[in-house]
Nanobody, 122 residues
Framework: VQLQASGGGVVQAGGSLRLSCTASGSPFTTYAFAWFRRAPGKEREFVAAITSNGIGTDYRDSVKGRFTISRSNFEKKVYLQMNNLSPEDTAVYYC????????????????WGRGTLVTVSS
């Protein structure tokens, strides 16, 4: 599967962005998806994940209540709605896929898209 993330940009603190990840090349419903991010000078970290059937989700604690992951099997897209953004959310965001259940470890995901940069100004 090929993944392409988009939707990043510059936003003020308290603002919102919606990231999209478009998948192509393989049956979309085969995959569970996740968003990871890498902030400047830090390691890549798990943000959110969604199961192949869209029923199960998982979030890192710092984004719970602010971020929502969703998927459209018709559009073959995965979304990350990010609300009430803070400067600490500034990072390059990556979407990733695997064919098994969702996990928080990046080395368990087999397919990755190029990142999209989110910059939150204070």
């Amino acid at each position: 599967v090929q993944l392409q993330a988009s939707g990043g940009g510059v936003v003020q603190a308290g603002g919102s962005l919606r990231l999209s990840c478009t998948a192509s090349g393989s049956p979309f419903t085969t995959y569970a998806f996740a968003w990871f991010r890498r902030a400047p000078g830090k390691e890549r970290e798990f943000v959110a994940a969604i199961t192949s059937n869209g029923i199960g989700t998982d979030y890192r604690d710092s984004v719970k209540g602010r971020f929502t992951i969703s998927r459209s099997n018709f559009e073959k897209k995965v979304y990350l709605q990010m609300n009430n953004l803070s400067p600490e959310d500034t990072a390059v965001y990556y979407c990733a896929a695997r064919t098994r259940s969702i996990v928080v470890y990046d080395d368990e995901y087999n397919w990755w898209g190029r990142g999209t940069l989110v910059t939150v100004s204070s």
